[in-house]
């Protein structure tokens, strides 16, 4: 794909320093490509992919490459490349698209915690670990847990971080605050709901802006407005200012009751205070597109990943370089999903996932059969125009209400019995 030029890819190598000197029948930058398409063929083994997809020189047939040597140029290449890689396509690829979903001039984002289900090795076990449950039972597979940032108009994955099971999602985002762009607005759940964490995102950038739901339990007072759409302030605890000596000792925010039709009481809080400019109707449908990052985990784990148990790495390193491999492939679907979009005026999100992965599939493995070098964008104005043939159509709303079935129930039993 000419969405990753050579030159990305030499600098990834260089950063990490895996860049080969010796010639190889399989060189680092290969290896790279190798990587990606693991994710685009779940469905292949190593072998296939790299025998259908010719990543091989060429030119050097009389070397073969065994299993063996597969797994160890992916040792050599490793995990750091990979991230690199994904970081920096990320942000040109977001820069590339930012400027055509705008909410009220700002890019709309949202960050959320996931996990994936790993391999059951002793290595993998011991550093990632695994979730317990009650009893003291502990999950039959190693687990990872992370948090990503993603564009909500285009699904691009803009960061991502991944550790331990053990590690809590309010550690990982603090650490992924730093990858949000400025002049955005980022949805989050109400599991973030932390003066800390919220102030020092605002801090850290310029134009940068949350959007979350309050908890239950968040008290506040009053400063202006209504309770239905107000400016409002609340303390910061002891132990926030503790770890953080600069934080204030209060905060401000704003508070936008959302209806609810059950008469439950709920509001959102936002760090856009300016009431004049924005609308709380806006805020509000603004934040029911959070789930669209669900979506994108969906889209993920269960469509790209073709909801594998669990991943194929069986160490350490190998899982941490086969996750940014992944990202960077789903990366690759979405900005070619944005491309065929843009061509036909419509949103991404109108356009099948799914559809776009069968496509990019089958053209990937035509391109390599035909030697298509120099036809790159031929092949993908071909591209495009298939993934907008068949777009998603709106579902229309529920007709009646949600109601538990009656079980079925079994045929009565009859017994027939002997006559003496």
């Given at each position: 794909m000419d969405?990753?030029?050579?030159?990305?890819?030499?600098?990834?190598?260089?950063?990490?320093?895996?860049?080969?000197?010796?010639?190889?029948?399989l060189p680092a930058d290969q290896v790279v490509w190798l990587v990606i398409a693991l994710a685009v063929y779940r469905h292949l083994s190593i072998k296939e992919i790299l025998d259908d997809l010719d990543l091989a020189l060429p030119d050097l047939n009389d070397r073969c490459v065994t299993s063996g040597g597969i797994s160890q140029a992916?040792?050599?290449?490793?995990?750091?490349?990979?991230?690199?890689?994904?970081e920096v396509s990320a942000k040109s690829w977001h820069a590339?698209?930012?400027?055509?979903?705008?909410?009220?001039?700002?890019?709309?984002?949202?960050?959320?915690g996931t996990s994936l289900r790993l391999a059951d090795s002793a290595a993998i076990r011991e550093y990632f670990g695994a979730q317990n449950y009650p009893n003291n039972k502990v999950a039959s597979y190693p687990q990872t847990?992370?948090?990503?940032?993603?564009?909500?108009?285009?699904?691009?994955?803009?960061?991502?971080?991944?550790?331990?099971?053990?590690?809590?999602?309010?550690?990982?985002?603090?650490?992924?605050?730093?990858?949000?762009?400025?002049?955005?607005?980022?949805?989050?759940?109400r599991g973030f709901l932390s003066a800390e964490f919220l102030c020092q995102l605002v801090r850290g950038g310029q134009g940068r802006q949350f959007l979350i739901p309050a908890k239950r339990n968040t008290k506040w007072k009053l400063i202006e407005g209504t309770e239905a759409d107000g400016l409002i302030e609340m303390d910061v605890s002891d132990a926030?200012?503790?770890?953080?000596?600069?934080?204030?000792?209060?905060?401000?925010?704003?508070?936008?009751?959302?209806?609810?039709?059950?008469?439950?009481?709920?509001?959102?809080?936002?760090?856009?205070?300016?009431?004049?400019?924005?609308?709380?109707?806006?805020?509000?449908?603004?934040?029911f597109r959070r789930w669209e990052i669900?979506?994108?985990?969906?889209?993920?784990?269960?469509?790209?990943?073709?909801?594998?148990?669990?991943?194929?790495?069986?160490?350490?390193e190998g899982v941490q370089q086969e996750i940014w491999g992944a990202l960077i492939a789903y990366n690759l679907v979405r900005i070619e999903v944005a491309r065929a979009a843009a061509e036909a005026k419509c949103d991404p999100t109108s356009v099948s996932f799914i559809l776009a992965l069968h496509t990019i599939q089958y053209e990937c493995f035509v391109a390599a059969?035909?030697?298509?070098?120099?036809?790159?964008?031929?092949?993908?104005?071909?591209?495009?125009?298939r993934l907008v043939l068949d777009l998603k159509e709106a579902r229309p709303g529920r007709k009646f209400d949600r109601v538990v079935k009656a079980k079925a129930q079994r045929y009565p039993e009859i017994r027939l019995t002997r006559k003496p």
């Open positions: 969405r990753l030029p050579s030159e990305w890819i030499e600098q990834a190598l260089q950063y990490s320093g895996k860049a080969s000197i010796r010639r190889r029948r992916k040792e050599r290449l490793g995990p750091d490349a990979m991230r690199w890689l994904f590339e698209e930012s400027n055509k979903y705008l909410f009220h001039g700002l890019s709309l984002l949202a960050m959320d847990r992370g948090v990503t940032l993603t564009a909500v108009p285009t699904h691009l994955m803009l960061g991502a971080k991944f550790a331990p099971y053990k590690t809590s999602e309010m550690e990982l985002a603090k650490d992924l605050a730093a990858s949000v762009p400025d002049n955005s607005l980022t949805i989050f759940d926030a200012m503790k770890r953080d000596p600069t934080l204030p000792a209060t905060w401000r925010a704003r508070a936008v009751k959302i209806p609810d039709a059950k008469g439950d009481i709920a509001y959102l809080l936002t760090s856009l205070t300016e009431r004049s400019k924005i609308k709380a109707k806006d805020l509000i449908a603004c934040y669900e979506t994108s985990y969906r889209e993920l784990k269960h469509a790209m990943l073709g909801s594998a148990h669990t991943l194929r790495s069986v160490t350490v059969a035909t030697q298509m070098q120099g036809k790159i964008p031929l092949g993908l104005k071909r591209l495009r125009q």
